[in-house]
Nanobody
Framework: QVQLVESGGGLVQAGGSLTLSCTASIRTGTSIAMGWFRQAPRKEREFVATISENGGITNYATFVKGRFIISRDDAKNTVSLQLNSLQDEDTALYFC????????????????WGQGTQVTVSS
């Protein structure tokens, strides 16, 4: 059964950094495009970043403004998200997603989802 497990969230001060990781229990080479989304309280799920199957294409939400970096290691079926210069507005539950045919921001394109890891930024 496919499982995605996120880790690395926590409580950080504004301006701080975290690195989120996601491990997918999927056969090597079958994850296709992977991505990260987030959801804040009383907000809709929001696209953060996505990466193509071979890692050659990355796309970010406009609010990222160069602060985040998505990467993947297909040999390990993992995807990471480096979060830098975190702001109060970045507080959310961050979800890993896999299985999209293209690196799209559309959440409906992803077949598999993790349970999320909480990022909380305090002033």
């Amino acid at each position: 059964q496919v499982q995605l497990v996120e880790s690395g969230g926590g409580l950080v001060q504004a301006g701080g950094s975290l690195t989120l990781s996601c491990t997918a229990s999927i056969r090597t080479g079958t994850s296709i495009a992977m991505g990260w989304f987030r959801q804040a309280p009383r907000k809709e799920r929001e696209f953060v970043a996505t990466i193509s199957e071979n890692g050659g294409i990355t796309n970010y939400a406009t609010f990222v403004k160069g602060r985040f970096i998505i990467s993947r290691d297909d040999a390990k079926n993992t995807v990471s998200l480096q979060l830098n210069s975190l702001q109060d507005e970045d507080t959310a539950l961050y979800f890993c997603a896999a299985g999209a045919e293209t690196p799209t921001p559309r959440h409906g394109a992803y077949k598999y989802w993790g349970q999320g890891t909480q990022v909380t930024v305090s002033s």
